[in-house]
């Protein structure tokens, strides 16, 4: 079973469990409804998220893969001072994967140009590991996020990198 943190934009407003996902389904909804009611002035920082989930990784066990999940619906605005928790993130093993969640199913240009700033922080294979997707394949992404079968679980239960 991998340690899992996900992050979405400067917060970590999951509730009462120290910074700990609690693999509860209801939990994670509650997290999202929380960001979309505070629209964060509509920005997606990730530079304080990654130093705090390079933190809480330092407490997971070794034999465990560790796996980070940024959810963004917009442009990452801090790629550029994302060094020292990138760095740290990597040499831990974490596997940085994306999600960048569109309004519609067309793909616009804004899109494309979010999606190339979501690349620039995941892991390698950067096409595989940062997605473009409407809020319901997202989910379906989310509910087997760990099937050795999903887009993602097949790096993270078989080692993929």
């Known amino acids: 079973i991998p340690s899992l943190s996900i992050i979405s934009g400067t917060s970590t407003a999951v509730a009462d469990t120290c910074g700990r996902l609690t693999g509860d389904r209801n939990q994670l909804f509650a997290d999202i409804d929380w960001h979309e009611a505070e ?20 407490e997971s066990p070794a034999h465990r ?9 917009g442009k990452i605005q801090d790629k550029d001072e ?12 974490v596997k940085v994967f994306g999600i960048l969640l569109r309004r519609q ?3 616009t240009t804004t899109d494309i140009a979010n999606l190339v700033t979501l690349k620039e922080v995941v892991s390698n294979p950067k096409e595989t590991h940062a997605l473009s997707l409407q809020v ?7 509910d087997g996020f760990c099937d ?14």
């Open 65 to 73: 893969e560790k796996v980070l999940l940024i959810i963004t619906d």
């Open 148 to 161: 050795p079968n999903s887009p993602f679980g097949t790096y993270i239960t078989q080692g993929g990198s």
């Open 105 to 107: 199913a067309a793909v």
């Open 39 to 58: 629209k964060l002035r509509c920005q997606t920082k990730v530079k304080e998220a990654e130093e705090w989930a390079a933190e809480v990784f330092k």
């Open 82 to 93: 994302l060094g020292p928790a990138g760095t740290t993130l990597a040499a831990a093993g």
């Open 136 to 142: 319901d394949e997202a989910l379906a992404i989310m």
